[in-house]
């Protein structure tokens, strides 16, 4: 069976950061019993000023530029070099980590597991010509319309996404086919997690 779930920008959840000095936009998360926080949470960020990254022990992150001129990550003293927009970098939650802005504020896109209950990745695409994918089962997969108008085709059902809308694609014991196409140049962020424990 496969479930589909639109999450509009405008319906996502302003959640403080845990070292108290900005705010995220919360897209999704997942919890699961018997466990303290979560196993993944989505987020976007705007960032105003260079500054330390929150801590995550025992988590893994990905963190993309989604608007600005970038910037670099120290990351337990060694460099990200300078992240331009739709780059993605993957550091661990444990480190100590702060961010340099390159010239003003930017928009990024967070991406928080833990690495014993899942395996995760971030993909940008240029989607002009069209992007075709497999889903796997027990995957779940969320599209992020990065910069544009974004049409998701997915077995016989069509989504339209707006700039940083998300559709969540879920899979339990059976794949499904995957279809994207924009209607001018567009980048779409493909977030996949897939379970460890089906």
């Given at each position: 069976m496969v479930?589909?779930?639109?999450?509009?920008?405008?319906?996502?959840?302003?959640?403080p950061?845990?070292?108290?000095l900005?705010?995220?936009q919360?897209?999704?998360?997942?919890?699961?019993?018997?466990?303290?926080?979560f196993?993944?949470?989505l987020?976007?960020?705007?960032?105003?000023?260079d500054?330390?990254?929150s801590?995550f022990?025992?988590?893994q992150?990905?963190?993309?530029?989604?608007?600005?001129?970038?910037?670099?990550?120290?990351?337990d003293?060694k460099?990200?070099?300078?992240?331009?927009?739709?780059?993605?970098?993957?550091f661990?939650?444990?480190?100590d980590?702060s961010?340099?802005?390159?010239?003003g504020?930017?928009?990024?896109?967070n991406?928080?597991?833990?690495?014993?209950?899942?395996?995760?990745?971030?993909?940008?695409?240029?989607?002009?010509?069209g992007?075709?994918?497999?889903v796997?089962?027990?995957t779940?997969?969320?599209i992020?319309?990065?910069?544009?108008?974004t049409?998701?085709?997915?077995d016989?059902?069509i989504?339209?996404?707006g700039?940083?809308d998300?559709?969540?694609?879920?899979t339990?014991?059976?794949?499904?086919?995957?279809?994207?196409?924009?209607?001018?140049?567009?980048?779409?962020?493909i977030?996949t997690?897939?379970?460890?424990?089906?």
């Amino acid at each position: 069976m496969v479930k589909y779930k639109f999450i509009p920008h405008t319906d996502f959840v302003q959640v403080p950061w845990k070292n108290g000095l900005g705010v995220t936009q919360e897209i999704d998360k997942l919890n699961v019993d018997g466990k303290e926080g979560f196993v993944w949470r989505l987020s976007i960020a705007a960032v105003d000023k260079d500054g330390a990254f929150s801590h995550f022990e025992g988590y893994q992150r990905n963190i993309s530029v989604l608007a600005g001129n970038g910037m670099t990550l120290d990351v337990d003293g060694k460099s990200s070099g300078v992240l331009r927009a739709f780059e993605s970098y993957a550091f661990s939650g444990d480190a100590d980590t702060s961010a340099v802005l390159v010239d003003g504020k930017i928009s990024d896109f967070n991406l928080i597991y833990d690495p014993c209950f899942v395996n995760a990745r971030v993909d940008w695409c240029d989607v002009a010509e069209g992007v075709s994918s497999g889903v796997d089962a027990h995957t779940t997969v969320f599209i992020l319309a990065g910069t544009d108008k974004t049409e998701i085709k997915i077995d016989d059902s069509i989504f339209n996404l707006g700039k940083w809308d998300v559709l969540r694609i879920k899979t339990d014991d059976c794949s499904s086919k995957l279809s994207i196409a924009a209607h001018n140049t567009a980048k779409v962020g493909i977030v996949t997690i897939q379970s460890l424990k089906p």
